[in-house]
């Protein structure tokens, strides 16, 4: 049986070439001497590092959480949070990272809680921008789930305005995403308390 998602250990070889010749005109480009010693690698390295940080396009968030799902009578909330998340903006290609807290409410199905941080992953590791991944996630759960409600809720830095632009060191950008029964208010409030949330 082949899981439902790999982690990249071994790389693609020819993406692996075709990056690593982008990064040495890249650090070429930005003034640097590509043959000093502490270079030498760094084109394959950062080549390598990139093809994991964007390992979501190859895997299927629907796929893990089906990999786990059981019939279970449960209908009180489910909650996983301080998710830990790191991914990249589509503008800057520099990370943003933080945390997401998720929850949902059964309906009929409860799935593995290990599943939920992968489905993270899925999003995450690609590039992205906040709204989108907390949209994504969201939307994966619900299709796949079907639970009553589905709350997402995630805290972000962004390199993009911490080291550049605004420079804005301790800004934190908040997004979130309620279906079903999240969007009754008591409901919501009760999971933003609960996940010590601004927004509550
Ligand atoms: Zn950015």
């Known amino acids: 049986m082949t899981p439902p998602y790999k982690y990249f250990e071994e790389y693609n070889l020819n993406v692996t070439d075709e990056v690593k010749e982008s990064y040495q005109n890249i650090t070429l480009e930005l003034g640097e001497n590509v043959h000093r010693e502490g270079l030498l690698k760094t084109p394959e ?22 990999g786990a799902m059981f019939k279970e009578d449960y209908h009180d909330m489910v909650i996983i949070k301080d998710i830990e998340l790191y991914s990249l903006c589509e503008h800057h290609i520099l990370p943003f990272f933080g945390k997401a807290h998720i929850a949902y409410i059964p309906d009929g199905h409860i799935v593995g809680l290990s599943k939920i941080p992968r489905v993270v992953d899925v999003f995450a590791r690609r590039l992205q921008v906040q709204e989108r991944l907390t949209h994504d996630i969201l939307e994966c759960i619900n299709t796949t789930l079907k639970p009553q409600g589905v709350a997402v809720v995630i805290e972000a830095s962004h390199m993009c305005m911490m080291m550049r632009g605004v420079q804005k060191q301790n800004s934190v950008t908040t997004t979130s995403g309620f279906r079903g029964a999240f969007q009754r208010i008591e409901t919501r409030n009760e999971f933003l308390k609960l996940v010590g949330s601004d927004l509550s």
């Open 45 to 66: 390295r950062a080549a390598k590092a990139m093809q994991f940080l964007t390992q979501g396009y190859h895997m299927d968030g629907a796929e893990i959480l089906r």
